[in-house]
């Protein structure tokens, strides 16, 4: 899979560019624990830290990055980002936008009030064919003062613009900077065809494997890493 990303070519050197997802990791993340006290068990337990399919999730595809500093007080947003000429002249100049009230009307994160965002794009994406990409708020990012809306574009054919990342502001007491660099958007490939799905009861053979299997996990930590995880990698180019 190559994902190819485009800009206009004077931002080129000055905008931040999508980066794996496992280098975004939250310092949060990093600080955590690997064990904690259980007061219903009595003993130290493995955290979430220690929990591969919670890392690899937070680890996979790569993330859209804020392009600058946005500074936020109780619910406006500012930024001084001084552009150069551009060669495209319906690109955007500025890091936010806004959709209306009406526009997320009947939805269970509309307030009845408050214009949702969009994190405006200043790259293109384009994926292989019969690919489209699923862009979703990083994951277990709740410390983030907003929830992106998670959508699927199909970036084999939609290549030519900039995809836009709508988002809903989650903090209206926040009062700080949202720093350039921060993560607004996972990004991963799917494929476009639809899977066919296969249901079956368990054969006498499986019956055994699952026993097996939730024996060894039950037993001792760390099976589902040792054994089934697979290995992941990541280019940039």
Sequence with gaps: MHITFRCDPALLDILPRPI???????????????????????????????????????????????????????????????????????????????????????????????????????????LEPGWSLFATHPVNRDDLPFRLLTGLVDADRFTDAGINFPAVWTAPDFSGVLAKGTPVAQCFAVPRAAP???????????????????????AAPGVYRKRFRAKRGGSTG
Aim: hydrophobic share 45%.
């Design 196 to 218: 066919e799905l296969v249901f079956e009861g368990f054969s006498a053979e499986r019956t055994a494997r699952y026993d097996a299997l939730v024996g060894e996990v039950l």
């Design 20 to 126: 794996p997802a496992k280098q975004a990791l939250p310092d949060w993340l990093r600080a955590m624990p690997p064990k904690a006290f259980s007061e219903l068990h009595g003993r130290d337990i493995r955290t979430v830290k220690q929990c591969p399919p919670f890392i690899d999730a937070m680890s996979h595809g790569f993330m859209v990055l804020l392009p600058c500093d946005v500074r936020v007080d109780q619910g406006q947003f500012s930024w001084d980002w001084d552009l150069p000429p551009l060669t495209v002249q319906a690109h955007p100049r500025a890091p936010l936008s806004f959709h209306v009230p009406a526009q997320i009307a009947g939805a269970p994160f509309f307030d009845g009030h408050n214009s949702a965002l969009k994190f405006n794009s200043f790259w293109t994406i384009a």
